[in-house]
């Protein structure tokens, strides 16, 4: 079946520097791709839907800036926490869209990412 | 955009079948219907999915009725490992298209 990778699956940083996690669609093009931020306990929050070839929209009170995201393939998008801090510590989840329009998402398995 | 509605905690025993109920009043023509399983530090995983009447594959049934307001998850004799959250959503998967998650449901499977 579809497979979608992330990258890394766990990364530690300190505050101030940049992280990059990357999703890959393994065996199909994946013109949408969504990028999700979990907390503890919590369901998944909607942080941006990417879109290979242009910019990504970004959900209300998600800011662009801080969550750069890029689509430049139909198998690769990725997600750079710029400037983390501490408060940004989450699980980081991406899904891709399959070809058509009622095939279910894609998940890879996450990003546990810890600022200190 | 379809809103759904899920109990958030069920126990269920080893063994026993399990149905987990989604409300889904604003569902609209084109929607289907997705349910995804999660469990800790892992991506929600695809377990079935329909658009009416009844689906069934290898490890859940799913059962709409014909106003599609609602949906059922069937499990059928749970394990252990059958212990996770259970989301389901309702949409296309079109350009634009949202994928917002409810709260799901916490499947505890007691032995």
């Known amino acids: ?116 | 955009l379809a809103k759904t509605t899920q109990p958030i905690s069920m126990d269920s025993y080893e063994g026993q079948e399990v149905n987990i109920t989604c409300s889904h009043n604003n569902i609209a023509t084109n929607d289907y219907i997705t349910w995804y399983q999660q469990f800790p530090s892992q991506g929600p995983r695809f377990i079935i999915q329909g658009y009416k009447t009844k689906v069934t594959n290898e490890v859940a049934s799913l059962f709409i009725p014909a106003d599609r307001k609602s949906s059922t998850l069937s499990l059928p004799r749970v394990s252990l490992s059958d212990t996770a959250v259970y989301y389901c959503l309702v949409g296309v998967n079109t350009g634009g298209f949202k994928t917002i998650f409810g709260a799901g449901t916490r499947l505890f499977v007691k032995a």
């Open chain 1, 1 to 116: 079946g579809a497979v979608v990778s992330q990258h890394p699956s766990r990364v530690i940083c300190k505050s101030g520097t940049s992280v990059k996690i990357e999703c890959r669609s393994l065996d199909f093009q994946a013109t949408t791709m969504f990028w999700y931020r979990q907390f503890p306990k919590q369901s998944l929050m909607l942080m941006a839907t990417s879109n290979e070839g242009s910019k990504a929209t970004y959900e209300q009170g998600v800011e662009k800036d801080k969550f750069l995201i890029n689509h430049a393939s139909l198998t690769l998008s990725t997600l750079t926490v710029t400037s983390a801090h501490p408060e940004d510590s989450s699980f980081y989840i991406c899904s891709a869209s399959g070809e058509r329009g009622y095939s279910p998402l894609h998940f890879g398995n996450g990003t546990r990412l810890t600022v200190t």
